[in-house]
């Protein structure tokens, strides 16, 4: 059995970054991916995804955005190779295409298992993914075989879908930009979408997210927030990153002649039935953007009044939300579920999970001395499973692995 101080689980963003900590701390250490490094990037996702994140919010740490571009959005392609180019950079040792199978008490230490043979370490990092399994809800197995069914993590382009038109389950950023990329293909594409928030790509000469960092939004601690769980399964934020920065959201799907419904509530064979919420989504969701540019134009010293932000509208009246659709006659082949991702650990082996299968952990810190979490929604703020955020919960998290190595090291003598 090889023994290692610390084993990392995870060659994404946050395995890579914490790697990147404990280097220079000079903690020994390994990262174990059952992929490659950036993973995620290469085999979940489209082929023309860019990160919605604009550039100069992606650094790591020890390695900020250095390109041209900083206020473009890394393709895919790019984001891969970014992540590949922080490993070498450091020479992070990342054994690729080693699953961790079993995670499990060893003594004083963790045992981990993989198809090459047992690792025992005296701490452990999970940076295994908050976006880990694709979510998809049962009522999809109620779905006629012939209609193609898959998860938007599933989707490649255009022309590997079926001839026909496609339902789109899910107005998430992935949900909109498929719908779009869909129809702008030819396609008839219908969008189902639920709760949602909505934000535009620019307002008053700069990008969103330049606004909402300013507002302090992103480093808000869990906390400092009310209820952490219904914060966690809120929906992400309606945007894309274009070269020329446009807004991805329902106005503009429903002016690319994408019809819009309310939220799937059930699958019988080839039919689909909607909720009549759609009124109330995009309502509610209108609402919550012109608070958050109000609260934008405030700390901007603008005295803006709410009702008169403007903004592009989901024409309602104009649209024809259907409460049941024959997928046959609308001659839909395809349904892609843009329901977004869940996490399951059924390879730790320690009392760590909640009944719901998540790992329990405060910023990142779990009952169990000696084992970590990163890089998962709100661990310790708002942008901890982002790029620009997962880096200085990394430099927290190696912190508690030093001190913790120290005390170890220090009973053992
Ligand atoms: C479609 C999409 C777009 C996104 N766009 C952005 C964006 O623009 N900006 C942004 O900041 N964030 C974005 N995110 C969110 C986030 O940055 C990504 O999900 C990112 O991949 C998270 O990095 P991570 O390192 O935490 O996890 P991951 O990249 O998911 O890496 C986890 C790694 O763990 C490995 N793994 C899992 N289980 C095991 C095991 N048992 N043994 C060994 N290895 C294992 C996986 O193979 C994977 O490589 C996006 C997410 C999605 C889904």
Redesign the pocket.
């Known amino acids: 059995m090889r023994l290692i101080d610390v084993a990392i689980?995870?060659?994404?963003?946050?395995?890579?970054?914490m790697s990147r900590c404990l280097a220079v701390l000079g903690i020994g250490h390994a990262i174990?991916?059952?992929?490659?490094?950036?993973?995620?990037?290469r085999?979940?996702?489209?082929d023309s995804?860019?990160?919605?994140?604009p550039n100069w919010?992606?650094g790591l740490p020890w390695q900020p955005y250095d390109g041209a571009d900083p206020h473009g959005?890394?393709t895919r392609n790019e984001?891969i190779a970014f992540?590949e180019r922080y490993a070498a950079s450091f020479g992070a040792p990342v054994f690729e295409r080693?699953?961790?199978?079993s995670?499990a008490a060893d003594g004083s230490a963790f045992r981990l298992q993989?198809p090459d043979g047992a690792w025992r370490a005296r701490a452990v990092v999970?940076?295994?993914?908050?976006?880990?399994r694709a979510f998809i809800p049962s009522i999809a197995g109620r779905l006629s075989v012939d209609i193609a069914s898959l998860h938007?993590?599933q989707y490649r382009s255009p022309g590997v879908i079926p001839d026909g038109g496609v339902l789109v389950v899910g107005s998430s950023?992935?949900g909109l930009q498929i719908a779009e990329e869909l129809r702008r293909a030819g396609r008839k594409v219908i969008l189902s979408s639920g709760a949602h928030t909505r934000v535009p790509r620019r307002w008053r000469g700069h990008d969103i997210f330049w606004w909402l960092s300013r507002l302090g939004k992103f480093s808000q601690r869990a906390s400092e927030v009310a209820d952490l769980d219904a914060e966690i399964r809120q929906p992400?934020v309606q945007?894309a990153?274009r070269p020329d920065h446009s807004d991805c959201d329902l106005p503009l799907m429903q002016a690319l002649g994408i019809r819009l419904a309310g939220r799937v509530d059930g699958v019988e064979g080839g039919h689909v039935f909607f909720r009549d919420d759609l009124a109330e989504s995009v309502t509610s969701a209108d609402q919550r953007m012109a608070h958050i540019l109000a609260a934008i134009d405030r700390f901007d010293g603008r005295p803006t009044n709410i009702g008169n932000i403007d903004f592009r509208r989901v024409d309602l009246a104009a649209n024809d939300a259907p409460h049941m659709l024959s997928l046959r006659n609308e001659n839909i082949r395809t349904v892609i579920w843009a329901t977004g991702?869940r996490r399951a650990?059924p390879?730790i082996d320690l009392p760590v999970l909640r009944q719901d299968g998540e790992i329990r952990q405060t910023g990142g810190v779990t009952a169990v001395p000696g084992l970590y979490t990163?890089?998962?929604r709100f661990q310790c703020k708002r942008?901890s499973?982002?790029?620009?955020?997962?880096g200085t919960d990394a430099l927290e998290i190696a912190g508690h692995v030093a001190r913790f190595l120290g005390a170890s090291l220090r009973q053992a003598a």
């Open positions: 689980i995870g060659a994404g963003q946050a395995g890579l970054a174990f991916d059952r992929g490659r490094v950036a993973e995620r990037w085999t979940t996702a489209w995804l860019r990160m919605l994140t919010i992606n959005f890394m984001t992540l080693t699953p961790v199978m995670l993989t999970v940076a295994t993914g908050h976006c880990d938007s993590s950023p992935s992400n945007l990153g991702f650990f390879w990163l890089g998962f942008d499973h982002f790029f620009g955020g997962v």
